[in-house]
């Protein structure tokens, strides 16, 4: 789908704007911040943005580099480096993942200087334009009222993209942002958006389940809405973003409740916490790690942090029990809760994480649990996986990077991050042929199902159009659209 729309510079320079002094600006971000922490679903992030603008900390760093004599914007950015290298040092893990908060209380000031207000307003209809998008500026932005996005640096499956698609929004990354102003009317062409309706159509022509990708309770009502089969990823981190803690287990029943509720019997395949690689939240920090994609990441740091895994079972345990209570007429041919566990390398994972489910919820809980298949370990191990899990969803975003050692979100790897490229290919097919002759023994949720495991895609590829042909010959039984 192509847009057009005026381009809204997201960081701007010296010498697009006039520049307001650090005094003017820290009392422009100073007063906006404490409105927004008066009320609001994002109030308590925005109070600790205030907590830290107020630290001593951040006006004598910038202080000591306009005494130095740097020009004010230059001076803004230096502190900010600065702190955020102290930061980075921290023993504290909590402390450490502060530095993004550090950095988004930073791009307020730039903001104000420039001569806008601190949290400038996007105008409807507008192309945002970015070297880079991080998951703290996506809160900001409504992608309802967005026309489309340009970014110089990311990936196609970089956290704004799955955001910006799952609502629909044409965005392009690795575009070329120089030359570009405020206001002058640019195009963005993505062949990811607006061509799903065909998608759709061969999913379900060849009689296999047309499921979608959801990051809110609001989303799955809408992909329900839309007609899709059931929920094949629900993100649970996006969720937990934009708050200062942890959601409690009666928070999260709740929420897992609601959006059983919305699937109305259809499956819910609720996904694991999966934090690490670049995804954190600030109060759950990942140790800093020279490779974070191949560190702490999903399963891994679930497992280094029991209870983490444990609540979060718990609640869906709970949330799947009220449900059958309440609806036994949708667990008549097997349960619709499903949790999928991310980032699978070995069986031990699988068993590790079933015995937690038998230790908080007992054995008859009515819940399927099955994995992501987005690392080279899991194809390779796919035949014993099989025999563990309830079902396979193929994850070719990681399973790409993984597969083609090209970093996700680094742009000058592109050309080698090719999810359609013959080897992950091949893995698909590995995977699909491993799942449907796995032979599973029968448990009290699943009957023994003699011919296999369902395995489904869940990564970017199966909105692709281009990719719906071979991907439905490897013999898929479900796709998971990032939007119907
Ligand atoms: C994937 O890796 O393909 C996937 C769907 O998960 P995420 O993009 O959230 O890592
Ligand atoms: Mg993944």
Redo the contacts with the bound molecule.
Sequence with gaps: MKCTGPAFLWNRTASDVAVRSFDEAFGLVRAELALASGSGDAAEVFSAHLEMLEDPMLREAVDSELAAGKQPLEAVDAACSCICAMFADIDDEYLRARVDDVRDVFARLREAMCGESAVREIPAGSVIVSTELLPSDTARIDFSSISGILCARGSV?SHVC?IAHAHGVPIRVGADISGIREGDIVEVDDPLVGGTANVVAQVRAAGRRVYA?AGSVEEVRAAIAAGADGIG?F?T?FLFIGRECMPSEDEQRALYREALGACGGKPLTI?LL?IG?D?SLPYLPVPAEDNPFLGLRGIRFLLAHPELAETQLRAIAAAACEVRDAHPDWFAFGTPVRVML?MVCTVDEVRRVRSMLAGVAGETCPVEVGI?V?TPAAVLCAQELAAECDFF???????TQYVMAADRGNASVGSLYDAQSPAVRRAVALTVAAAHSAVRPSSPVSAARPSGIPVGI????ASDPSATSWLLASGLDSFSLSRL
């Excluded at 969803?393 to 399973?399: A, E, M, Q, V, Y």
């Excluded at 869940?458 to 590829?461: A, F, P, S, Y």
Aim: glycine share 12%; hydrophobic share 25%; net charge negative.
């Design positions: 499956t799955i990708n990823l993100r981190e996904r999966d690689g995804k991310p992501m987005e969803s193929i994850g070719t975003n990681d399973l869940c990564g970017e590829l």
